[in-house]
Each structure stands twice: as C-alpha cells, then as structure tokens.
C-alpha cells in the first residue's frame, strides 16, 4: 500500500506543471477529451510499465543498499531540478484551437498517443517511476500508483487545465512538487543510512 500511495502521490504532483500536462492541455484544444484521455492512458501505461521494468529489474540483480541511496539522491536532484528550472519551453506554446473535424475516429488517439510519448519519454516522472520501483521492488503498485498519478494528472489538464493554471501559478506547483521530491529523497536516504 506504501509504494502504491507513494507513487501515486510523487508522480501525480511531479506531473503537475510538467510539459505533458501542457501538451495535454494543447491537445484538448485540437482533439475531443475522450479520445485525448484514451491516448494519454495508452501512453501512460506503456511509458511506466517500461519505467517498472527497468526500475524492478535493476532492483533484483543489485543490492539493495545502493540502489535506494541512488534512488534517494535522484529524488533529491528532482526536487532541485522542479525548484529551480524555468518554463518557457516550445511545449507551453498558445494551443491550435482548430478542430479536427476529419479522420479516421482511431487516428486522433492514435496522435495523442504518439506525441505524449515522444514528449514523456526520459522525463522526471518516468525517471521517478523508475526510481520507485527500485526503491520498492514491487511492480504492480508501483505501476498502477505511478500511472494513476499521471492520468489524474493529465484528467485535470484536459477537463480543467485551462482553469487551474490561472489560477494556481505554475511556479507555486513546482515548487510544491520540487519540496516533496526532496522531502522523499532525505527521507529514503535517511531509512537506508541509518
């Protein structure tokens, strides 16, 4: 149940302000929700099912011991990472309000899919559930605390992001989100040490 609520909650709120969620938001703006929420997930679940695999294997084969302290120190750098990085990047363009009005009824999911991965792949919330996994070497929960996070995530971009970021500044969220990453980090750190 730990690593289950763990990585529901650091993922969830990484994602938060991240690029994808961005993305998401712009691609509400050209796609209808529900094909949007279908790609996202697709993505989703591919994206941290790899992270898990990696994360669970490197888990088994290594000690223990040294893996958390690198998982530690990497939720550390994300947290610094989120607190200190600057926004402005080509993803946090105005949306294309055009509709699609053509097309193949899959292909619209199909896009959505394709371009969160292009744009998810090697971030820090994949990074992150990685991470989780070798921390707490259990796959499933792990897996399913991770890709709720970032469906939640993403559902709030697509049925309310537009409302949420101007109101909540996309600052004040990564700074909550950088805190609890360092947060998690000392707190690893600090059960395998002592």
């Known amino acids: 149940m730990t690593a289950l609520l763990t990585s529901f909650l650091l993922v969830g709120i990484a994602e938060m302000a991240d690029k994808t969620q961005l993305l998401t938001l712009c691609l509400t ?3 209808p929700p529900r094909k ?4 996202v997930a697709i993505a989703i679940a591919i994206l941290n099912l790899f992270a898990v695999l990696v994360g669970g294997f490197a888990g088994r084969l290594l000690p223990t011991t040294p893996i958390k302290v690198v998982a530690g120190i990497m939720f550390l750098a994300f947290g610094l990472w989120a607190l200190f990085s600057r926004g402005g990047d080509a993803e946090e363009e105005a949306c294309d309000t055009t509709p699609d009005k053509g097309g193949i009824a899959g292909s619209a999911i199909l896009a959505v899919t394709a371009a969160f991965l ?3 792949v090697g971030d820090k919330t994949q990074l992150a559930t990685l991470s989780l996994a070798a921390r707490f070497e ?3 929960a792990v897996w399913l605390g991770a890709s709720l996070g970032m469906l939640l995530a993403n559902g709030l971009a697509i049925a309310g992001g537009a409302m949420l970021t101007t109101r909540v500044p ?3 969220l990564k700074r909550v989100s950088g805190a609890l990453f360092i947060v998690f980090g000392l707190w690893t750190l600090f059960e395998v040490l002592l």
């Open 29 to 31: 703006c050209k796609y």
């Open 36 to 39: 949007v929420l279908a790609g």
């Open 118 to 120: 292009v744009a998810e």
């Open 138 to 140: 259990t796959f499933f």
């Open 170 to 172: 996309e600052a004040t």
